[in-house]
C-alpha cells in the first residue's frame, strides 16, 4: 500500500476510536515511527502529512535527521526519541530530539539537566514506566515511578509532560488494553499529588485504538504506515 493510503487510514482509525471514547481526534498526536525506514519513505510520509518522527536509537536517528534536513530544511517538523536512551548518549539525543519518551532513571535526568545548562535548552521528556515484569523492557518500575518524578521535576531544565508505556507484545490488542488503563491510572494520581502530566504516549500499530480508547494522547505508530520491517 502507498504510504499516503495507509497514513490515511492510520489517521481515520484515531478519529473513529477518539469518538468511540468521547474525545476530540485532535487531542490525539501521531508519532510516525522511522526507525529503519529509508529517507526517501520519510520524506513521503511527511509531504502525506506526517508532522512528528520517531526513532528508537540516536546513531541511526543522528545521519537520518541531518540527511533529512538537507532536503526539507524547515517544516516544522518534530523528532522523537522513542527508545531507550544511553547515557552516553543523552548529549547527542538533546541535540536531536524535541521530545524523549524514554526517561527512566534520575541518573539520567540529572545528566540530561546538566547538559541542556550548557546550551540553554529546555528539554521535553516522558517518564517511561514498566508495568509488567519483562527481563528486556526499559523504563521505570512502578514502585521507584514518584521518587523519580520528585527528582526529576525540580530539575530546571527538564520538563516532564507525561509518561510513555510500552505494554508487552499480544496478537490480541485487548490484551494490552489493561496496561494503557493503568498507566491511565498511575497520572492521574500523580495528578492528584500535583504534578501536570498531560501527555499519554501508548499505543503502536498493533493496538493504538485501544490506547486511544484508554487516554492515549500520542501513539506511536510504524509498521502500519510504513509496513513491515525487515528483521
Ligand atoms: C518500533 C516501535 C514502535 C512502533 O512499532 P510498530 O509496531 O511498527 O507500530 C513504537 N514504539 C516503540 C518504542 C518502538 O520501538
Not at 67 to 89: A, C, T, V
Not at 129 to 154: I, M, Q
Not at 202 to 226: C, H, L, P, Q
Request: a positive charge; proline letters at 3%.
Amino acid at each position: 500500500m502507498a504510504i499516503v493510503d495507509a497514513l490515511n487510514n492510520v489517521l481515520e482509525k484515531i478519529s473513529q476510536s477518539a469518538v468511540r471514547a468521547g474525545r476530540r481526534p485532535e487531542q490525539i498526536k501521531l508519532v510516525a515511527v522511522s526507525k529503519t525506514v529509508t529517507l526517501d519513505k520519510i520524506i513521503e510520509a511527511v509531504k502525506a502529512g506526517v508532522s512528528i518522527l520517531g526513532e528508537n536509537r540516536v546513531q541511526e536517528a543522528q545521519n537520518k535527521i541531518s540527511d533529512f534536513r538537507l532536503q526539507i530544511p524547515d517544516l516544522g517538523i518534530e523528532w522523537h526519541l522513542i527508545g531507550h536512551l544511553q547515557k552516553n548518549k543523552a548529549k547527542a539525543a538533546i541535540r536531536l530530539f524535541d521530545l524523549i519518551h524514554s526517561l527512566d532513571t534520575a541518573e539520567l535526568a540529572r545528566i540530561i539537566d546538566n547538559q541542556c545548562r550548557q546550551t540553554g535548552k529546555k528539554q521535553r521528556v516522558l517518564v517511561q514506566v514498566k508495568l509488567a515484569y519483562e527481563e528486556s523492557k526499559h523504563g521505570v518500575p512502578e514502585e521507584d515511578f514518584f521518587r523519580l518524578l520528585e527528582k526529576t521535576a525540580v530539575m530546571n531544565n527538564v520538563v516532564i509532560e507525561g509518561l510513555m508505556t510500552m505494554p508487552p507484545f499480544y496478537d490480541n490488542p485487548e490484551m494490552a488494553r489493561p496496561y494503557f488503563r493503568k498507566l491511565g491510572k498511575l497520572r492521574n494520581r500523580a495528578e492528584a499529588r500535583g504534578f501536570r502530566l498531560p501527555e499519554l504516549s501508548m499505543g503502536m500499530s498493533n493496538d493504538y485504538e485501544v490506547a486511544i480508547e484508554e487516554g492515549a494522547t500520542i501513539v506511536r505508530v510504524g509498521s502500519a504506515i510504513f509496513g513491515e520491517r525487515d528483521r
